[in-house]
């Protein structure tokens, strides 16, 4: 049921882009972006909840593409405040309210 | 955004020993909350939705005597992990969202600050 992402890790020079992808086996009502650096709470990015819906937070964005169940969350000129773990959450319809967590990728973004 | 509160953020406990863990909504009325467990460099994975007024439902493989969950009022809910084992040792974190309806979840879920539990 979990959600799978891609890559696992990535490592940055200040100012690249990345692209991290969320799978589902499941069909989607909607998919959650967090952040999460050590030792805290994950922090919200954006919600999904429209197939083909793309949202942009200043420099982060992200499509769903509801037929094929996947997102993807779009880093650019990235900074070093991006490091964490990213985690996609997504909410299946064929089950109630609550949020299943991908397996994490984890971005060091380095001067 | 909504702040959802939880306490303790660190406990320390002997083997065989209770501890509870509570998880407060302190601006809004959260009918429903979630509890996830976190393994160090690994995903959040959703134990149990609490219900208020009602049991709460586990996720398969979570022992419901183990960890016990009540949710007996709109803006709190509390873990107590019973007869506690060093393999319980973890990061449990607890999320609450506003009061929905209509499918899909279009508010994002509010996570409290995580309680890093160590069994000795």
């Known amino acids: 049921q979990q959600p799978v992402q891609s890559p696992q890790a990535v490592i940055l020079r200040e100012g690249e882009d990345a692209v991290i992808n969320c799978s589902s086996s499941?069909?989607?009502?909607?998919v959650h972006w967090y952040r999460q650096k050590h030792g805290e709470a994950p922090v919200f990015l954006m919600i999904?909840?429209?197939?083909?819906e793309q949202k942009g937070h200043e420099k982060i964005s992200a499509s769903f593409n509801e037929k094929k169940q996947q997102s993807s969350l779009y880093l650019t000129a990235s900074q070093l405040s991006y490091s964490g773990t990213y985690f996609c959450?997504?909410?299946?319809?064929?089950?109630?309210?609550?949020?299943?967590f991908g397996s994490g990728t984890r971005l060091l973004v380095r001067p | 955004g909504a702040v959802v509160s939880q306490h303790p953020s660190r406990v320390i406990c002997k083997s065989g020993t209770s501890v509870k863990i509570e998880c407060r909504s302190l601006?809004?009325?959260?009918?429903?909350m979630f509890w996830y467990r976190q393994f160090p460099k690994q995903s959040l994975m959703l134990m149990a939705t609490?219900?208020?007024?009602?049991?709460?439902?586990?996720e398969q493989g979570v022992e419901k005597d183990k960890f016990l969950i009540n949710h007996a009022s709109l803006t709190l809910s509390t873990l107590t992990v019973t007869s506690a084992h060093p393999e319980d040792s973890s990061f449990y974190i607890c999320?609450?969202?506003?009061?929905?309806?209509?499918?899909?979840?279009?508010?994002?879920?509010?996570f409290g600050q995580g309680t890093r539990l160590t069994v000795v």
């Open positions: 999320s609450a969202s506003y009061p929905r309806g209509p499918r899909p979840m279009n508010t994002e879920a509010f």
């Open positions: 499941k069909a989607l009502y909607s």
């Open positions: 999904l909840l429209k197939g083909g």
């Open positions: 959450g997504t909410e299946n319809k064929d089950s109630s309210y609550k949020l299943i």
């Open positions: 601006d809004f009325q959260a009918t429903t």
């Open positions: 609490s219900n208020e007024g009602s049991k709460a439902t586990y």
